[in-house]
């Protein structure tokens, strides 16, 4: 079997377009079209390397399930989506913080994931106004043509009394302007808005020059993490996502995690990958080895 009939074997199974090989190849599209057609004139030996190294890589990912993260019903996550529950039914303002690593960005998810009539946005350190406006758009169905105040007010016509609730994730990452954005739509549409990110979340919202001082005083309920998670928390987290391990060696890998549950999963996932690659049941060694590997909190 030819090179090009490898690679139109693997998009057929797997429903890969050219453009995504392109992507994943970092080759152009135009390159991709031609090289399978016995037409392309550039560097053939370069080109395919590229795509070479791309079927490796992902049929190498089919090879291995991967570990599915199962949200586990620990007090944090209750408490969690508690928060969420209520702001929601109440359409308040919520605000939720703590350190990287506690469980705040799986919570969101599950719960959004379960109501779809929230709109769940993960803040980027370049989310602009424009851009936060734009992706609540796209997400409830408003167009996003027009100039930015049309946009504005399109969103506010389709919240307006709906009920619904916008969760920000990684809200420390906006500016003063987007958080007084979304004050208003909260204030306007009567939307639930949840707020979660870092503990300099807090901070920032009042602004610098205290400008965001309206937000900070609505805000109706807040949940600030603990720095750590409980060990109990912890072992249960490792019992529904591998309930294949002796109670010993849970216990050998939350005390490795050190009250974070990002760092358990990620021993977690390492560990259960390392176990599938070499037909061995995880073990002590293998935990210690992705410890080892792991930076330390």
Same mark, same amino acid.
């Given at each position: 079997m030819t090179l090009q009939d490898r690679l139109r074997q693997f998009m057929q199974n797997n429903q890969v377009s050219q453009g995504q090989v392109s992507k994943?190849?970092?080759?152009?599209h135009t390159a991709i079209s031609q090289?399978?057609?016995?037409?392309?004139?550039?560097?053939?030996?370069?080109?395919?390397?590229?795509?070479v190294a791309y079927l490796e890589r992902e049929l190498g990912k089919q090879t291995i399930d991967a570990l599915e993260r199962v949200l586990a019903n620990t007090a944090t996550t209750k408490?969690?989506?508690?928060?969420?529950?209520?702001?929601?039914? /109440?359409?308040?303002?919520?605000?939720?913080?703590?350190?990287?690593g506690m469980g705040k960005t799986t919570a969101l998810r599950y719960y959004a994931a379960q109501h779809p009539d929230v709109v769940l946005i993960e803040a980027m350190p370049t989310y602009t106004p424009a851009v936060v406006l734009k992706t609540i758009a796209k997400k409830i169905g408003v167009s996003v043509s027009g100039s930015?105040?049309?946009m504005n007010e399109a969103i506010l016509a389709k919240l307006n009394d709906s009920g619904r609730m916008i969760i920000v994730d990684e809200a420390e990452n906006l500016s003063t302007k987007s958080l007084e954005i979304l004050r208003r739509l909260h204030d306007i549409a009567g939307v639930g808005l949840?707020? /979660?990110?870092?503990?300099?979340?807090?901070?920032?919202?009042m602004g610098r020059h205290g400008e965001l001082a309206q937000l900070h005083s609505r805000i109706g309920q807040t949940l600030d993490l603990p720095d750590r998670v409980a060990d109990e928390e912890l072992a249960e987290?490792?019992?529904v996502t591998l309930p294949q391990v002796s109670d010993t060696l849970l216990k050998n890998m939350v005390?490795? /995690?050190n009250g974070s549950p990002r760092r358990l999963w990620k021993i977690m996932y390492h560990c259960d990958r390392w176990s599938k690659q070499h037909s061995e049941p995880i073990n002590a060694d293998m935990v210690q080895a992705i410890d080892d590997m792991l930076l330390k909190n």
């Open positions: 994943g190849a970092d080759v152009s090289w399978l057609q016995n037409k392309y004139v550039g560097n053939v030996d370069n080109l395919e390397h590229k795509i408490r969690i989506l508690n928060l969420l529950s209520s702001v929601h039914l /109440a359409c308040e303002d919520g605000l939720l913080y703590g350190n990287a930015l105040n049309d949840v707020l /979660a990110g870092m503990p300099r979340l807090l901070s920032n919202l987290i490792g019992r005390k490795r /995690a």
